[in-house]
């Protein structure tokens, strides 16, 4: 059974700073690329990042450039994807979602969430104004 989980949503002031963690159960992640997307309250779920395989290559949507960050650490066999959020703003206030692609790498569409086909349940992230 494929388990995505998510961590390290929460509540936070404007220009603050949250890390986001996932992982995952039943899955290979050291050989998928893995994405991050969000949806806020009446809005479509919107691709934030996603980075390849080993880590060497990483995407951004236009709002978040310079100011988040994605990483993996595959170290053990066991694969752990980050976001590193910084000068956070009331607008990135979403639920923020996880995702495993069966690929090696990111596609040339990585923000459509037909790209990925496992999901995490989500992170609440709250920025306050």
């Known amino acids: 059974q494929v388990q995505v989980m998510e961590s390290g949503g929460g509540l936070v002031q404007a220009g603050g700073s949250l890390r986001l963690s996932c992982t995952a159960s039943g899955l290979p992640l050291d050989y998928y690329a893995m994405g991050w997307f969000r949806q806020a309250p009446g809005k479509e779920r919107e691709g934030v990042s996603c980075?390849?395989?080993?880590?060497?290559?990483?995407?951004?949507t236009d709002s978040v450039k310079g100011r988040f960050t994605t990483s993996r650490d595959n170290a053990n066999a066991k694969t752990t994807l980050y976001l590193q959020m910084n000068s956070l703003k009331p607008e990135d206030t979403a639920m923020y979602f996880c995702?495993?692609?069966?690929?090696?790498?990111?596609?040339?569409?990585?923000?459509?969430?037909?790209?990925?086909?496992?999901w995490g349940q989500g992170t609440q992230v709250t920025v306050s104004s």
């Open positions: 995702a495993a692609r069966s690929s090696t790498i990111c596609s040339t569409s990585w923000w459509s969430p037909g790209d990925f086909g496992w």
């Open positions: 980075i390849n395989w080993r880590g060497s290559s990483t995407y951004y």
